[in-house]
């Protein structure tokens, strides 16, 4: 999900902001709400330069309302009776963009503006400009948070629809191979039931032609192939009786030697049961050995894995701090834990871009490197907090490398030990996990348990020296952003070769 450039667009009357002399009014109040916006880390766009005036607008101006989430009018006697204001707003207006207005003093709205604007709920700022600014960062903040959760929704619904719609394809295939299956089945029946038929045809042409030869058989046997065979009958009696004595006689002999037999069969059934209850008890002990030699085996292996994790946990160490191979293309190893924590699930320390201590308070006015020109600090004892407390190859990331982490890894929203944050599994399995640590601007904390941001150490010299690059995460993305002002106090996690 692609967030825009700025939250904010601001637009005002310079009338209001700088004097004739191009000078900055003391107190006034579009200084007023920058700070507001800039102190509660919403980020803003506003003409500071005057860039109407030239031929910049439709490239400029349209831009960088089109690059804000939330367009603020700041409604004053300059501001409605201006040309530029008006263009504002009907860009913003034709671009669908939230407008909020804010009554500075009580000047009606220009009739243009009214047009776009006068159905929409404003915040007053001279009947209490203190709770004004408080509001308006508040109704600033409500916006993007429900922007945040409708771009969400919208893109689980969007997820939803493709789900079903694959699933709708999936059944439409699976009713297709059932209709290719019926088919099948009823060619195969028709097959069936001809081939039944051609049986039966066959098997009453058989039994007829089997009924001809018994009676040929019967009807051309003649008389004296039966009297041959009555007398070969009369024949095979005489010799028959002659042979019945010897038959009984060894039916005798042969009923003793079965009653032989008998009993040494039962001696070798008893002998091959003895077997049989030998080979079972055999068999039990084959399988109680294997299943011994199995637990040995399983028990030998868990120990060898153990000594295995123990080594690598050893090995897998820079000056004490623990590494994870998340088997990523670079070849680069990511620390399990935060600078200034002991585990994984804890904040550890916040520090400004670019600084190497921890501190009290941290806003852009404090900040070591904010407005400086800086190469890439990573390795840099000097602005690398990562080299300077905890020495070795131990580094801050690069813009890149968060980027890799990002596109190579496989990102889940869980808990670890109740605190909120990412479980990232690189390709070989291995994982880290990041909490959801929030950021620090001024003396608060801010965000965490919903929100995290880690440094960089890539600044932002493409558009100006106030940012550097960072990770941010929240349930439901992770990008790497520039926008973030230097003074910032946000987590580290480091990296190395």
């Not at 450039?5 to 109040?29: A, C, H, L, M, Q």
């Not at 690059?67 to 409605?80: A, H």
């Not at 080594?311 to 088997?327: A, F, P, Q, R």
């Not at 801050?396 to 982490?405: A, C, F, N």
């Amino acid at each position: 999900m692609e967030r825009n450039k700025y939250d904010v667009f601001i637009s005002y009357s310079r009338k209001d902001y700088k004097d004739k002399n191009g000078n900055v009014i003391s107190g006034n109040v579009v200084s007023k709400i920058k700070d507001a916006l800039d102190e509660a880390g919403i980020s803003f766009w506003f003409d500071e330069n005057g860039i109407h005036h030239g031929d910049d607008f439709g490239e400029k101006i349209v831009d960088n309302i089109e690059d804000s989430e939330i367009f603020i009018f700041l409604s004053t006697l300059n501001s409605n009776s201006s040309k530029w204001t008006r263009k504002e707003i009907s860009v913003a207006h034709e671009l669908d963009k939230t407008i909020i207005p804010v009554r500075i003093d009580n000047s009606k709205y220009d009739r243009a503006v009214m047009f776009k604007i006068s159905d929409l709920d404003y915040l007053d700022y001279e009947k209490n400009p203190e709770e004004g600014v408080k509001n308006l960062v508040k109704t600033v903040k409500h916006y993007l948070e429900e922007k945040q959760k409708q771009e969400r929704i919208k893109k689980e619904k969007e997820e939803e629809l493709r789900k079903r719609e694959l699933l709708k394809r999936e059944i439409q295939e699976v009713e297709s191979k059932i209709k290719e299956l019926e088919l099948k089945e009823l060619e195969v029946e028709v097959f069936r039931k001809s081939v039944l038929l051609r049986v039966e045809k066959i098997s009453d042409e058989t039994q007829r032609k089997r009924l001809v030869e018994i009676v040929n058989e019967n009807v051309f046997l003649n008389k004296a192939e039966i009297e041959a065979k009555n007398k070969i009958i009369i024949e095979l009696k005489s010799t028959a009786d002659e042979l019945k004595e010897e038959i009984m006689k060894l039916h005798k002999e042969a009923s003793s030697k079965i009653e032989d037999i008998k009993t040494k069969d039962q001696t070798i059934l008893g002998l091959k049961e003895k077997v049989d209850k030998a080979e079972q008890e055999i068999v039990l002990l084959k399988s109680k050995l294997e299943k011994e030699r199995q637990r040995k085996e399983s028990e030998t292996k868990a120990e060898q894995e153990r000594l295995e994790r123990e080594k690598n946990k050893k090995s897998n160490t820079i000056n004490g701090h623990e590494y994870v191979d998340l088997g990523l293309p670079s070849g680069k190893k990511w620390a399990t834990c935060n600078v200034g924590a002991n585990k994984p699930e804890d904040y550890g320390d916040y520090y400004a871009w670019g600084e190497v201590r921890t501190k009290i308070e941290y806003t852009k006015n404090n900040s070591v490197t904010y407005g400086k020109k800086y190469n890439d600090i990573k390795g840099n004892p000097q602005y690398d907090v990562v080299r300077k407390n905890w020495g070795g190859t131990w580094r801050l990331p690069t813009k890149m490398e968060l980027k890799e982490l990002i596109n190579e890894c496989t990102w889940k929203w869980t808990k670890q030990h109740n605190v909120n944050g990412y479980n990232v599994t690189g390709p070989n399995g291995n994982s880290i996990f990041l909490p959801a640590a929030g950021d620090r601007y001024g003396t608060s904390l801010y965000g965490d348990g919903n929100y995290g941001f880690y440094w960089s150490s890539t600044p932002n010299d493409d558009y100006n020296d106030y940012n550097a690059y960072y990770l941010y995460f929240y349930n439901g993305g992770e990008y790497v952003y520039w926008n973030y002002y230097r003074g910032y106090g946000l987590t580290v996690r480091p990296i190395t070769e």
